[in-house]
């Protein structure tokens, strides 16, 4: 199975800050079947990102993905209150499917 | 609006079985595979398994593989995830999340808490 590492663990910023989070597959992701989501707490993931690049369906354009193969980014442009919260990503092109151990993102 | 709608939290012992359901409603119920996706306390996500509502086809995670049964009923857009012989490592929060069409989790149940506990 593909394992997904996310960095940093934690990542402390402010809001207006620009954010970066990292994804790394053990092995090429075929098609680019990267997905991020965002999960506050006590509530279900969030759907943001798949395909690497596409935003999902009501997502603001503060948030981009960006990467192929075996390193994926997400960026938050400008940081809003809302946005600080955990971010997890998933692998979708090989079985089974994997999800990273997640970034926290804090002020 | 598509929603899915999961049942209420559980307390098994060890050894035991759950089952949670999901309810969907606001979509056409054979048109999307329905999976399932657990998360431990201060974890990453974990899929588990999946159905094809409209065949009942499924596939599970191996690591479950003989523990995890996914069902579905068509009559009431319901799926239906069983998990035996239950034991502490299981304790976690249980998602119902349809695929949608770009393949990825669109749309997610409000979670189950599963405790198993002496």
């Known amino acids: 199975e593909i394992v997904l590492t996310q960095s940093p663990g934690t990542l402390s910023l402010s809001p207006g800050e620009r954010a970066t989070l990292s994804c790394r597959a053990g092995?090429?992701?075929?098609?680019?079947?990267l997905a991020w989501y965002q999960q506050r707490p006590g509530q279900a993931p969030r759907l943001l990102i798949y395909?690497?690049?596409s935003r999902a369906t009501g997502i603001p354009d503060r948030f981009s993905g960006s990467g192929s193969g075996t390193d994926f980014t997400l960026t938050i442009s400008r940081l809003e209150p809302e946005d600080f919260a955990v971010y997890y990503c998933q692998q979708y092109g090989s079985s089974p499917i994997t999800f990273g151990q997640g970034t926290r993102l804090e002020i | 609006q598509v929603q899915l709608v999961q049942s209420g939290a559980e307390v098994k012992k060890p050894g035991a079985s759950v089952k949670v359901s999901c309810k969907a409603s606001g979509y056409t119920f054979t048109r999307n595979y329905m999976h399932w996706v657990r998360q431990a306390p201060g974890q990453g996500p974990e899929w588990m398994g999946t159905v094809n509502p409209y065949g009942g086809s499924t596939s599970y995670a191996q690591k479950l593989q003989g523990r995890v049964t996914v069902t579905r009923d068509t009559s009431t857009s319901t799926v239906y995830m069983e998990l035996s012989s239950l034991r502490s490592e299981d304790t976690a929060v249980y998602y119902c999340?349809?695929?949608?069409?770009?393949?990825?989790?669109?749309?997610w149940g409000q979670g189950t808490m599963v405790t198993v506990s002496s």
């Open positions: 092995q090429s992701v075929s098609n680019s079947y």
């Open positions: 395909g690497a690049s």
């Open positions: 999340a349809r695929l949608g069409t770009n393949d990825v989790f669109d749309v």
